[in-house]
């Protein structure tokens, strides 16, 4: 059974460039979530989506950043334009129909994002 | 806001030894689950523990929850080289059960 995938796995860009951050959840899972990671921060979730439509994003950090999700196999993370402290991981996780906070979330490996 | 925090912030020790961390968290909760990441991989979920739940085992996992006192450890018996990853609390508040907040987590190396 596949897990989260994530693609890229790294990005290095410069500042002020648009990054694409791709997500594909598990198939059957209701629940789609964007976190980043960093070690002064730790994890924070960025947005979360139920059944494709975005429930609560009060995490994302400003306007530069913005999450779709068209259909229930894919969703994207955008910066638009990136700066030096979005670098970061990036994780997108996805968890079944309960409900986020009762069902496990199940982690993608992430993308190291890098901007220069 | 964080809720959950682990104590220590790293540990080292020796294989075969056991490792208990442990978690603090500040407001009532629906259930409080522990992850493992490796480096450079990305969270798995080890052991999910509702707040009606005292303890729960998990082969050589073992969490429990002491709601009055707002804390939660997770032990590791006989700890093996593998181990070696950070361990991340989540808990879930008890009015919004979707939402999840993760801890700093605790940094685990297993010595040879």
């Known amino acids: 059974d596949a897990g989260v995938i994530q693609s890229p796995r790294h990005e290095v860009t410069e500042m002020g460039q648009e990054v694409t951050l791709r997500c594909k959840p598990i198939?059957?899972?209701?629940?789609l979530f964007w976190y980043r990671q960093t070690m002064m921060r730790g994890l924070e979730l960025l947005i979360y989506?139920?059944?494709?439509?975005?429930?609560?994003d009060s995490g994302m950090p400003e306007d530069r950043f913005s999450a779709k999700m068209p259909n229930a196999s894919f969703s994207t993370l955008k910066i638009q334009p990136s700066e030096p402290r979005d670098s970061a991981v990036y994780f997108c996780?996805?968890?079944?129909?309960?409900?986020?906070?009762?069902?496990?979330?199940?982690f993608g490996d992430g993308t190291r994002l890098s901007i220069l | 806001s964080q809720q959950g925090e682990e104590d220590p912030q790293a540990l080292s020790i020796q294989e075969g030894e056991n490792a208990t961390m442990n978690c603090s968290y500040k407001t009532s909760i629906n259930n409080l689950q522990w992850y493992r990441q490796n480096s450079g991989r990305g969270l798995v979920h080890l052991i999910l523990?509702?707040?009606?739940?005292r303890e729960k085992h998990s082969g050589r996992l073992r969490v429990t929850l002491d709601t009055s006192k707002k804390s939660s450890s997770l032990l590791i018996t006989a700890s093996r080289a593998a181990d070696t990853a950070s361990y991340f609390c989540?808990?879930?508040?008890?009015?919004?059960?979707?939402?999840?907040?993760f801890g700093k987590g605790t940094r685990l190396h297993i010595l040879p």
């Open positions: 989540a808990t879930v508040p008890m009015n919004r059960d979707d939402k999840i907040i």
């Open positions: 989506f139920n059944n494709n439509v975005p429930i609560d």
């Open positions: 996780a996805s968890s079944g129909r309960l409900g986020s906070g009762n069902q496990p979330q199940h």
């Open positions: 523990i509702r707040s009606n739940e």
């Open positions: 198939s059957g899972h209701d629940y």
